[in-house]
């Protein structure tokens, strides 16, 4: 679903506020990682199989 509640946000801004992930979202100009929104974290799944991320509220 998307919306326009980024409007105000510069263009190619990434928000994470959950989901599973096989690695860790990131820029693959410049390798930085892409860091949940304020209030969620990166964990590690164990089990998922190929899902080794998700990104969970604090």
């Keep these: ?3 326009d509640n980024d409007v105000d946000l510069p263009t190619g ?3 994470l506020k959950g989901g599973k992930f ?8 410049t390798s930085v990682v892409y860091e949940p ?3 969620y974290k990166w964990q590690t ?5 190929d899902l080794k991320w998700e ?4």
């Design 1 to 3: 679903m998307s919306g």
């Design 13 to 15: 801004s990434v928000i």
């Design 22 to 29: 096989s690695g860790k979202a990131y820029n693959h100009t």
């Design 37 to 39: 929104a304020t209030g």
């Design 45 to 49: 799944i164990e089990g998922g199989g």
């Design 55 to 58: 990104v969970v509220a604090e």
